[in-house]
């Protein structure tokens, strides 16, 4: 990361001694939002003198070093190189957990839903007996806005709503999934009291995006960079909300320090609201070849979109906590794509 995206992170959070001497779990690590919060870390802990131990959890050595390049050899940073489908293997107490782990990628649901379906329940259930025998004193949980299904009311939907989930196809592995994992949590507070809070997210992109992870965003945004032309597969008209990652991270740490126990929050840049449409014709004119252009095709296409209407998030309770998005869809899209050139 670079200081633009230090700065994005750390604005709002008032209190970072809360980590002071103390050991957190990042699952996930290596993954986009893993790597935002174990970069984070290790800056604050140089930036504070907070003498607090990073354990971060991933499946592959070699993608670790790639990804965090001379970081693996921080005195405070372990690496843990296992899958979260098995027991977690580390000795000695873990104050905090940021629980990231899990395929989301449309592509994974289409490949491989038995295995996207498990990663997220079994992993999320290895986290919590974890915390539980480790004594851990609060757990940090991403989900997703798709927990709540099809969102038919003509107004934003609050953390308390819900709307329906068609369960019977192999894309449901991930939305319910998230849905059973957000129970499972409430069920380890209910019995063991276990503090936990966390965040449901809607599209959130930045640097270090798969452009071939079956997301629209990033197919537009790769068709973008070699020249080809955008197709879109429906009329566009459907609204997203977009979220720069550097702010969805800030609101992590912002939720730990002053979240309510047991609340997932919404997270979402609705300042950044826009159809698929509009957001393909603008990463068209993003385009190094000026000749991209977006095309509407009637013929079928199987990658696994989402089946059904998204709702836009009511962020009122994550925004009386202090937070607010501060990257702009310009900025968000251009600071994305030039990553890549």
Not at 2 to 12: A, M, P, Q, Y
Not at 92 to 116: C, E, L, Q, R
Not at 226 to 240: C, E, Q, T, V
Not at 279 to 307: E, F, Q, R, T, W
Request: net charge neutral; hydrophobic share 40%; charged share 25%.
């Amino acid at each position: 990361m670079n200081k633009k995206e230090f700065d994005i992170i750390k604005k709002g959070v008032s209190d970072w001694n809360i980590y002071r001497d103390t050991t957190i779990l990042v699952t996930g690590a290596t993954g986009r939002l893993g790597r935002y919060i174990v970069e984070t870390l290790v800056d604050v802990d140089l930036s504070y003198n907070l003498n607090l131990r990073v354990v971060c959890l991933a499946r592959n050595s070699q993608k670790a070093k790639l990804v965090f390049d001379g970081l693996t050899e921080f005195p405070n940073v372990i690496f843990l190189y296992q899958d979260i489908n098995t027991t977690i293997e580390y000795n000695g107490n873990v104050d905090f957990i940021f629980h990231t782990a899990g395929p989301a990628a449309p592509i994974d649901f289409k490949v491989s839903s038995v295995d996207t379906l498990w990663a997220h329940v079994n992993g999320t259930h290895n986290v919590l007996e974890f915390a539980i025998s480790h004594k851990t004193r609060k757990v940090f949980y991403v989900s997703t806005v798709e927990t709540y299904g099809t969102w038919t009311e003509n107004r934003n939907i609050r953390e308390e709503d819900m709307g329906f989930l068609q369960n019977l196809n192999a894309r449901a592995c991930y939305p319910e999934a998230k849905r059973l994992c957000e129970t499972m949590f409430f069920c380890y507070k209910t019995k063991y009291d276990l503090d936990f809070c966390g965040v449901k997210l809607c599209h959130t992109l930045g640097p270090g995006i798969l452009l071939d992870d079956g997301r629209a965003f990033a197919e537009f945004i790769d068709c973008a960079l070699k020249g080809k032309d955008i197709i879109l597969h429906s009329d566009g008209s459907a609204m997203r909300t977009y979220t720069y990652t550097a702010d969805a991270i800030n609101a992590f740490f912002i939720i730990m320090e002053k979240g309510k126990s047991g609340c997932l929050y919404n997270v979402a840049a609705n300042e950044n609201l826009i159809s698929i449409r509009d957001l393909a014709k603008l990463i068209a004119s993003y385009s190094p070849n000026k000749g991209v252009k977006v095309v509407i095709s009637d013929k079928a296409n199987d990658m696994p979109y989402l089946p059904f209407k998204l709702a836009i998030m009511d962020t009122t309770k994550v925004r009386e906590l202090g937070w607010k998005p501060q990257t702009d869809l310009v900025h968000l899209f251009q600071w994305t794509m030039s990553s890549f050139l």
